[in-house]
């Protein structure tokens, strides 16, 4: 417990750089990899994934741009940023961008902290938590130079890849997804 609590305190004190490599994967449709469990609320349905479920997510496919962003209800600039993902989700998802909001929130704080969080703002992109102790194992495996700090991001296609561990402003996003529309 102790390495976990250290692990998130460097995850909300680490600075953020940004990192564009090759391409590698897209997400495959969430439908088709099986979740650990379920969560109901009254607005949404939440998955829960290990990274070993979520890795299988993570394939190639056609005519998809992903956008992945991993955050948590507790990180500051996690939260800040949130209303931009929403707002590009919205004004993209016509033109094939898909919006998965990967949330580290502690798993036992989902029903006192994370539902109520999803429903007060009315998260309309899809959310999953990802509830995987082992970080040091899959945190190279999303991206090698990812330190852990959040918030981060994964924008994928087809034919690119590109990694962002930093936050953003709607105008930095919607810059890097038409970059990934226009190719």
């Known amino acids: 417990m102790k390495r976990i609590v250290i692990l998130l305190c460097v995850l909300a004190l680490t600075g953020c750089k940004e990192q564009k490599n090759e391409p590698a994967f897209a997400l495959a449709s969430i439908e ?48 800040e940023e949130l209303p931009n993902f929403e707002k590009a989700y919205k004004q993209y998802k016509k033109e094939g961008v898909e919006v998965i909001l990967v949330s580290l929130d502690f798993p036992n704080k989902v029903n006192e902290i994370l539902i109520p969080f999803i429903n007060k703002k009315n998260l309309i992109s899809n959310v999953i938590l990802l509830d995987d102790p082992k970080q040091n194992r899959w945190i190279p495996k999303v991206d090698e130079n990812w330190s852990g700090a959040i918030p981060a991001t994964i924008i994928i296609s087809e034919n690119k890849r590109s990694f962002y561990e930093k936050s953003f402003t709607f105008i930095e996003l919607e810059k890097e997804i038409k970059d990934f529309v226009n190719n």
């Open 32 to 79: 088709k990899v099986k979740p650990l469990k379920i969560i109901e609320t009254n607005a949404k349905t939440i998955p829960v994934y290990n990274f070993n479920s979520l890795e299988k997510l993570l394939k190639p496919q056609e005519d998809k741009i992903y956008v992945v962003n991993f955050w948590a209800t507790w990180c500051k600039p996690c939260v």
